[in-house]
């Protein structure tokens, strides 16, 4: 049984769900509109302001579906409110972001700058020069892009030095010890 699929999904006020004919469910909010296309065997009704997501039969495939099903919608629901958020961590001597128009700049231990055109429906934020904020209304797109950005120089463990997510630790490894 599927405890996460099972749970209705309620729509806030300000926010209009359609779903069309082979289920690609469109979201509209106060921050944009979002849409994904949910699997054809997944059946999903709106009634009196809830949506609800529901399965054929309990075949594994179904089962597996139904919470994923549930999960992209009410992120899509979650987005278009409230939207997303990555905070980046920036550690090392001379590493540093900057932020010019629509332009990243990252300057992290190579011989040349890395220089990233912002993807649509993603906005970079840069308070600091040590801190990077990624915000967004798709979760997944807002990941992937705080991930692209952390593997550029992905924190190494003896020094810690590197792009790490706000709040991760880095496990530290004892260095070389002399005789």
């Given at each position: 049984m599927s405890r996460i699929g099972l749970k209705p999904i309620e729509i806030p006020a300000g926010v209009?769900?359609?779903?069309?004919d082979d289920n690609v469910?469109?979201?509209?909010?106060?921050?944009?509109t979002i849409?994904?296309?949910?699997?054809?065997?997944?059946?999903?009704?709106?009634?009196?302001?809830?949506?609800?997501?529901?399965?054929?039969?309990?075949?594994?495939?179904?089962?597996?579906?139904?919470?994923?099903?549930?999960?992209?919608?009410m992120n899509m629901v979650e987005g278009v409110t409230k939207g997303y958020e990555k905070s980046l961590e920036i550690i090392g001597t001379g590493y540093r972001a900057a932020k010019s128009g629509k332009k990243l700049t990252l300057n992290l231990g190579y011989s040349h700058p890395i220089e990233m055109e912002d993807p649509e429906g993603i906005e970079v934020e840069v308070p600091g020069p040590n801190q990077i904020i990624v915000r967004g209304i798709n979760k997944q797109q807002v990941g992937n892009y705080a991930a692209v950005l952390r593997d550029f120089r992905r924190p190494e463990?003896?020094?810690?030095k590197g792009v790490?997510?706000?709040?991760e630790m880095v496990r530290r490894k004892v260095g070389k010890t002399g005789k």
């Open positions: 209009t769900i359609t779903i069309s469910v469109e979201v509209k909010g106060p921050k944009g849409s994904e296309k949910i699997d054809k065997s997944m059946e999903i009704k709106i009634e009196d302001g809830v949506l609800t997501v529901s399965r054929p039969s309990d075949l594994k495939r179904f089962k597996a579906l139904h919470g994923l099903s549930r999960t992209l919608v463990p003896y020094k810690g790490r997510y706000k709040g």
